[in-house]
């Protein structure tokens, strides 16, 4: 982009921008001039990018900068320069100065690294996989960046990545007359389509692309010979192993596929993107090709990467791609402390759970305290620092007694809840909360008083348990289980009452929770008396419920104990055929109590908290997986107890809240049984991350 004569006015040090003291100016470009400047409220140095001056009463240009400016204020990750603050100065001669404040970097760009040495293939995948966090998080956010390129990414001193510019170019290019409008950003790393004016999200993917090409080869993938970068608009790059010949085939393609002419042959994502690339040039654990979640996030596999310059590990003292120094488990006093503390809710979330999708991390949290239901995705923070204050997506849903659950392929999100009117409502949602799911936009409608669960059975049967909006002399001895096909929208089949079994007990807490088993046949609902097994299924207009022979499983047979059952979990016994259930009781004393369910009679119940003298529980979850026997309890001191054994053995694990004081209030294992995750009763409304 050329620069537009008189773009740059003269400045001097000791100039004053509205409150920053202007020091010396530490870079100049098309895209307007860098100073180091002194803050004199907050007490520390600063970044101002000061932009081409305008005329007054350029309109379109001050529009156009205030959004982007809001627009990039908002974007929060490790991987992008924040924005302190921006504004705009009226001059003397009726021009405008527009400027945005941010973090000086001391560490200088990679375009100036790239001058002083080559770097090595780990090197180049941990620069290029903190991009990729960076760019995706801002797409996800609406933010394009339109000038991916190496001056661009600045470095702290350990190679860790700030993008910077989000938008400028954009803005720059605004400005130019009509006869000289340039691209914007650099033409060496822009699309073809961006060079066209079209530029869309899919424009800085190819950008990375160009900077991994760049990386790995010491070249351009346009350059000649003799050192010149010709316009590519309409010419294929040169071969990668032209100028690295060690480079496997594999890497070529992945390079070149990410440098295709048409925006949807690119890869849809930069993180898909730089994970091929990094397949291709790496052997990490699989499964047949496919790297796991596991390795992506921790560097499993990239441990050791031999590149050009020699080999990069751990060992290095640098931190496999993908971790940060907050994140590692020896940056943490406590080795058993959380690895992520999410917070964003304003009261403590009373429901978790993790997304069933392959490939996906995402954790899902609701809050009766503020109504709202958050997805966070641990991907997208896995180079943030230990405190995670924003969540990927939330919606306020303007109920109370909110319940959730993931359907069995991740697709979709059910959320349940009520109003003060008695009217409770259950909405399917895209796994993103963008929106109802096509054909649910109604949801399904019930008159409740208390909605006490929810529950997939197979892929498309949607269950749930709750007590109806009846008299107060009812005291609570109806509960109702309803059951749903998603596929049929339309049909709204009668509800079955599971009531006449037990005696009453309050109107609140006599039917407390619902689990699916994990073969999806059979239900368990906690009751105040126990635990009832038994399997739904729709027979016309109706749900029927088919109560197992063996009746109610009480904690104590016999005993009027008056503990309820609060919650419910299924494991698989040791040879894979059989289920247990566990629970946890509510009262005193509070238990974890499990029965080996093999038939019409189940064993006696196991008292695990009596045999090893446990704390009090608070909260229980066990693990979805058919081939192991993980379940954990949350207690009043707001520990984590893990077993991975037989009921009734010592834990695993004890897993600890660190700086987190309060109760554990609800638990949530991944599907692939890696993560923890845990609310808490603090006043931070504190959401607890563990690597297990």
Not at 223 to 250: E, Y
Not at 312 to 318: E, I, K, L
Not at 423 to 436: E, M, N, Q
Request: net charge neutral.
């Amino acid at each position: 982009m050329q620069e537009r004569e008189g773009i740059h006015q003269a400045k001097t040090a000791g100039e004053t921008l509205g409150r920053y003291h202007l020091l010396h100016c530490i870079g100049r470009s098309s895209a307007g001039e860098t100073w180091l400047a002194e803050d004199p409220l907050l007490h520390r140095q600063v970044a101002i990018k000061i932009l081409p001056s305008q005329k007054q009463h350029d309109h379109e240009y001050a529009t156009l900068f205030k959004r982007e400016a809001q627009t990039v204020i908002t974007l929060s990750h490790p991987h992008i320069l924040p924005i302190h603050d921006y504004g705009e100065r009226l001059r003397a001669d009726g021009q405008i100065d527009s400027y945005l404040v941010m973090p000086y970097i001391e560490g200088g760009s990679l375009a100036e690294l790239l001058k002083q040495r080559s770097l090595s293939q780990g090197e180049a995948l941990n620069l290029l996989v903190q991009a990729a966090e960076a760019i995706d998080y801002a797409h996800a956010q609406g933010a394009v960046h339109h000038d991916i390129k190496p001056a661009n990414m600045l470095l702290r001193s350990d190679l860790w990545l700030l993008l910077a510019d989000f938008g400028i170019a954009s803005i720059v290019a605004s400005a130019q007359p009509a006869k000289k409008k340039a691209i914007p950003g650099a033409l060496s790393y822009s699309a073809p389509e961006q060079a066209q004016g079209a530029a869309v999200a899919a424009s800085d993917r190819y950008s990375l692309a160009v900077v991994a090409y760049q990386l790995l080869t010491g070249h351009h993938p346009f350059q000649t010979k003799t050192g010149s970068s010709i316009v590519h608009l309409g010419q294929s790059p040169f071969s990668p192993r032209r100028w690295n010949p060690a480079l496997p085939a594999t890497c070529e393609d992945v390079l070149l596929h990410g440098l295709a002419k048409k925006p949807d042959d690119r890869y849809p994502s930069a993180h898909e993107f730089v994970e091929e690339l990094t397949r291709s040039l790496t052997a990490p654990t699989t499964t047949g090709n496919a790297v796991t979640r596991r390795n992506l996030l921790i560097g499993a596999g990239v441990t050791a990467l031999i590149g050009a310059g020699g080999i990069w590990s751990a060992a290095s003292g640098r931190l496999p791609f993908g971790t940060t120094p907050a994140s590692t488990p020896a940056s943490s006093p406590d080795p058993d402390g959380p690895t992520k503390i999410l917070r964003g809710h304003k009261k403590p979330a009373h429901a978790l759970a993790w997304s069933p999708a392959a490939g996906g991390m995402v954790l899902a949290s609701v809050c009766n305290g503020d109504s709202t239901v958050k997805l966070w995705n641990l991907q997208t923070f896995s180079g943030q620092q230990t405190v995670v204050n924003k969540s990927t997506a939330s919606k306020e849903l303007g109920r109370t007694q909110l319940a959730l659950a993931w359907s069995l392929d991740g697709g979709s999100l059910a959320l349940g809840g009520g109003n003060d009117q008695g009217r409770s409502k259950i909405d399917v949602y895209h796994s993103d909360l963008s929106g109802p799911i096509a054909g649910l936009e109604q949801g399904f409608s019930l008159s409740a008083a208390g909605l006490k669960g929810l529950g997939w059975i197979k892929q498309t049967l949607l269950a749930a348990l709750y007590t109806p909006d009846m008299p107060a002399h009812d005291n609570g001895q109806h509960c109702l289980l309803g059951l749903w096909n998603t596929q049929e929208p339309t049909l709204r089949p009668q509800p079955v009452s599971i009531s006449g079994i037990l005696s009453p007990s309050g109107y609140e807490t006599t039917y407390q929770s619902l689990a699916v088993s994990l073969d999806e046949t059979r239900l368990a609902i906690g009751t105040m008396q126990g635990a009832l097994v038994g399997s739904a299924e729709l027979t016309g207009n109706h749900v029927l419920w088919k109560p197992a022979p063996f009746g109610l499983l009480q904690a104590f047979p016999g005993k009027q104990t008056g503990n309820a059952i609060n919650e419910l979990g299924w494991i698989w016994t040791k040879d894979g055929e059989a289920q247990s259930l566990l629970s946890i009781t509510q009262g005193k004393p509070n238990l974890l109590v499990g029965w080996n369910i093999d038939g019409a009679t189940p064993h006696e119940p196991i008292n695990i908290s009596k045999l090893n003298n446990f704390p009090p529980f608070t909260t229980l979850v066990t693990s979805s997986n058919t081939q192991k026997r993980l379940y954990a309890a949350g207690t009043q001191a707001g520990e984590v107890y893990l077993w991975d054994d037989d009921a009734g053995q010592l834990p695993k694990r004890i897993l600890k809240g660190g700086s987190i004081k309060g109760r554990v209030i609800a638990l949530a294992l991944s599907p692939d049984e890696l993560w923890m995750a845990a609310s808490y009763d603090d006043r931070d409304a504190s959401i607890a991350i563990w690597e297990i």
